[in-house]
């Protein structure tokens, strides 16, 4: 009897544990990054957010070139896209797609988690930059704050400021 074929060594499989992963902390906001991109042909990022109590959000902004989708994973996260606002507690998943002005913050006084996912996975290298603009303990400019938001397809949506 002869053996079946050799298996063909395929992409490694990523495994994150719990403690694992890059930490990026943007003010009052602890994003591990479970995947950036380099495991799936930049097709899909993957971060885990935990908004402490009374978070502000980002500006609202737009994204030209990827889809954004938030899954609660306790607490409540509050959105606001364009004048709508919308409270999701644990279970919700909200997607954002191109073109479409939001934000999110922590208006409670509890932690909120959240994952998200980014296709393609060009935002991660955002939060990167963002981490290192604040790294001298202030916060960035609204100027550097925009012409790093530009490098990736990413623009205030000044319409509703």
Partial sequence: MSAGPAMSAGPAVSVVGPGDGETIVLGTTRMRVLEDGSNTGHRLALTESVLAP?????????????????????????????????????????????????????????????????TPDLYVQYFRDLRDLMADGRPPTPQEHV?????????????FT
């Fill in 147 to 159: 012409r790093t938001m530009s490098r990736y397809a990413t623009e205030p949506a000044t319409d």
């Fill in 54 to 118: 009374h978070t502000p959000g980002p500006p609202q902004h737009r994204h030209a070139r990827h889809d954004e989708g938030f899954h609660i994973i306790s607490g409540t996260v509050r959105f606001t896209v364009g004048d709508r606002e919308h409270d999701a507690t644990a279970g919700t998943f909200v997607l954002v797609p191109p073109g479409v002005p939001h934000t999110f913050a922590n208006v409670t006084g509890q932690p909120a988690v959240m994952l998200s996912v980014f």
